[in-house]
């Protein structure tokens, strides 16, 4: 099995999080937010965080789909939060600087926790996997995308000359580390078993992309 390389946490480099926040990554991030609304098993006024926003595409475009709903897009890089805050004054729609496992929310508050490739980025994913178990209501839903780790170097080549081919190659040599920074499903599995959240769902939805979703016991 290949071995993960972590990368590091927070995208606080100026340039690294202006590289990102210019790519295109309007295709996926549509995908997401329509996996996302069909799956949502809750109505009403829902309290929603998208855990690790980053420029905020996805976090607006999920407000565009739910406008009742008060969304909070979250991140610990200010540098991607300037480009995030370009994308909406609106008052169900905000940004917070925050370490995704420290959150500055009363326990049992949330209805909702959304998050694309965050878990990758995390060094030891237990506490974030534990801070959103205390944030989050029961009966609440959580829905994680991530990319998981190729089974070798090889495949990682393979994967971003497929879907990054074109990229600038800052912006692929970021991919490739992203690939080998994930976790295998196996490996989720694992870190949900020892934080009681063993019955969410972890599911392989691409040949690069793994789904963590489900209801809060
Ligand atoms: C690959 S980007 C994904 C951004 C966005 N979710 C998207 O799909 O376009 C990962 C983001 O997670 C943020 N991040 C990493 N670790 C974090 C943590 N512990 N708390 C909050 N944000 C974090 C990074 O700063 C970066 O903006």
Known sequence: MLE???EPE?????????AYSVTDFSDVN??????????????GNLLILDLG???????????????????IGIDGSPSMLRFAQKQSGSRSL??????AKYLPFVSKSVDVILSNSLLHHILDPKPLW??????IKSGGFV????????QSEKEARRIVELYAGDASDLLKQEYYRSLLSAFTP????????ECGLEYLSVKCVTDRHVDIFGTIL
């Open 4 to 6: 993960r390389k972590p």
């Open 10 to 18: 927070f995208m606080d480099d100026p340039l690294e999080a202006e």
């Open 30 to 43: 549509k995908k997401f937010v329509e996996t996302f609304c069909a799956a949502l098993p809750l109505s």
């Open 53 to 71: 926003c980053g420029p905020g595409d996805i976090t607006y475009r999920t407000h565009l789909c739910c406008e009742q709903h008060k969304i």
């Open 94 to 99: 905000t940004w917070v600087l925050a370490d």
């Open 130 to 135: 534990m801070e959103i178990k205390r944030v």
């Open 143 to 150: 829905f994680l995308r991530d990319l998981f780790r190729p």
């Open 186 to 193: 196996e490996e989720i599995q694992g870190q949900l078993s």
